[in-house]
Nanobody
């Protein structure tokens, strides 16, 4: 059973940077897509970025390209999300998720099989 645990959230000011971490356990992840979603109050869960565990080709939501960077450390079984130039609009609970989709990077939450508990990011103006 895959388990995902996020960390690194917090309260920051507009313009600051933050790095989130997601540590995976419970299996071999080489065949998985692993990524980040976020959910702001009153809004649907939104795709942020994802990548295959055994590939260096990430996929981003257009609005976050250039500001957010997804990366991973295979030796630590850890996925990261580096977020720069944060604004209050980035305030949300950020979730790590894993999908066994074999052919593409899925961008809908329903396509992901495993989820972490989420970490809160609050950006003050």
């Amino acid at each position: 059973q895959v388990q995902l645990v996020e960390s690194g959230g917090g309260v920051v000011q507009a313009g600051d940077s933050l790095r989130l971490s997601c540590t995976a356990s419970g299996g071999s992840f080489s065949r998985y897509v692993i990524g980040w979603f976020r959910q702001a109050p009153g809004k649907e869960r939104e795709f942020v970025a994802a990548m295959r565990w055994n590939s260096d080709s990430p996929w981003y939501t257009d609005s976050m390209k250039g500001r957010f960077t997804i990366s991973r450390d295979n030796a630590k079984n850890t996925l990261y999300l580096r977020m720069n130039r944060l604004s209050p609009g980035d305030t949300a609970v950020y979730y790590c998720a894993a999908s066994d989709e074999p052919y593409r990077i899925p961008t809908y939450s329903r396509e992901y099989n495993y989820w972490g508990q989420g970490t809160q990011v609050t950006v003050s103006s």
